[in-house]
């Protein structure tokens, strides 16, 4: 059975970095691509970020473009995601999956961004 757990998240004061890491078991985690997604409160799943299987390509969307970084381990079998410039508009759980949807993420991690 897949897991994922997600970790690293918190209160930040707007400006600041928080690093966010998933840690990944029960599937061939050096084949696929990987994603970070964001649920806002009261709003929709949001696709933040994804990792090529090999690490060589990543894409963001453009809200966080230049001031977030996704990485990965394989021989970890873990990915993060470095947040830096954090703004208000990035508070939300934020949550790893295999696939874009979202489908089969993990339990989430807070992350509040707030003065």
């Known amino acids: 059975e897949a897991q994922l757990v997600e970790s690293g998240g918190g209160l930040v004061q707007p400006g600041g970095s928080l690093r966010l890491s998933c840690v990944t078991s029960?599937?061939?985690?050096?084949?696929?691509?990987m994603y970070w997604l964001r649920q806002a409160p009261g709003k929709g799943l949001e696709y933040v970020s994804s990792?090529?299987?090999?690490?060589?390509?990543?894409l963001y969307r453009d809200s966080v473009k230049g001031r977030f970084t996704i990485s990965r381990d394989n021989a970890k079998r873990t990915v993060y995601l470095q947040m830096n410039s954090l703004e208000p508009e990035d508070t939300g759980v934020y949550y790893c999956?295999?696939?874009?949807?979202?489908?089969?993420r993990g339990q989430g991690t807070q992350v509040t961004v707030s003065s």
């Open positions: 999956a295999r696939d874009s949807s979202g489908a089969g």
């Open positions: 029960g599937f061939p985690f050096s084949s696929p691509w």
């Open positions: 990792i090529s299987s090999g690490g060589g390509t990543t």
